[in-house]
């Protein structure tokens, strides 16, 4: 049990688009999911908690409105990149919190921007 | 303010060696959990286990055993007869218990086994 997943695993984009990235719980509910940046050789960074029906809260330094973020439901958060740039190019994972206060991962996406 | 030491960077032991990643935390928080994930190459973070403050018994399961010292505020991970597929970036983390309790991650351990 406790499965996350995400979509895509991988993408790559031109500068000036704009990505969505799924993260779904596969076999529960989740209020709370959080999305995450990852730097090569580095710890997790949190970007935002996300909770269903209500605005994410970010954390201090992260764009709202470059790194949108839905949760419209119990088993699915959305990250949208909006407008994005080479420096926004990163590893994001996404997870999501169960009654039991753990949090299970899904796989990533690695997101490059040309 | 929470904080997670994972004072090892890189580890690199030879198939079948034992070998222990440290953990230390802080936490003003009464009431906390404590986490093990492991990140293999592929990228994705898996849970090995979840600690409550209340419950300082050590744990095994398997090859794998933690030993949890809350006098010394520290979540240790042993593995035994280590194995190449243990190669992978482990985290220690650290949280509290509220409702929108948010994860403190150590820096990683890198463990390289070597056949």
């Known amino acids: 049990g406790a499965v996350v997943s995400q979509h895509p695993s991988w993408v790559i984009c031109k500068s000036g688009t704009s990505v969505k990235i799924e993260c779904r719980s596969l076999?529960?509910?989740?209020?709370?999911m959080f999305w995450y940046r990852q730097f090569p050789k580095q710890s997790l960074m949190l970007m935002a908690t996300?909770?269903?029906?209500?605005?994410?809260?970010?954390e201090q330094g992260v764009e709202k409105d470059k790194f949108l973020i839905n949760h419209a439901s119990l088993t699915l958060s959305t990250l949208t990149v909006t407008s994005a740039h080479p420096e926004d190019s990163s590893f994001y994972i996404c997870?999501?919190?169960?009654?039991?206060?753990?949090?299970?991962f899904g796989p990533g996406t690695r997101l490059t921007v040309l | 303010a929470q904080k997670v030491t994972q004072a090892q960077t890189e580890i690199s032991v030879v198939e079948k060696e034992d070998v222990t990643l440290d953990c230390v935390y802080e936490?003003?928080?009464?009431?906390?959990?404590l986490f093990w994930y492991k990140q293999p190459p592929s990228g994705e973070l898996v849970f090995l286990i979840r600690?409550?403050?209340?419950?300082?018994q050590n744990e095994i399961s398997g090859r794998y055993s933690w030993n949890f010292q809350k006098s010394t505020s520290s979540f240790n991970f042993t593995i035994t007869a280590s194995q190449v597929v243990d190669s992978a970036v482990y985290f220690c983390?650290?949280?509290?218990?509220?409702?929108?309790?948010?994860?403190?991650f150590g820096k990683g351990i890198t463990l390289s086994v070597r056949p």
């Open positions: 997870s999501a919190k169960t009654h039991a206060d753990t949090q299970y």
């Open positions: 076999d529960f509910q989740a209020t709370t």
């Open positions: 996300s909770n269903e029906g209500s605005k994410a809260t970010y």
């Open positions: 936490t003003r928080d009464t009431t906390y959990y």
């Open positions: 600690r409550n403050s209340f419950d300082e």
């Open positions: 983390a650290l949280s509290d218990t509220g409702a929108n309790s948010k994860l403190t």
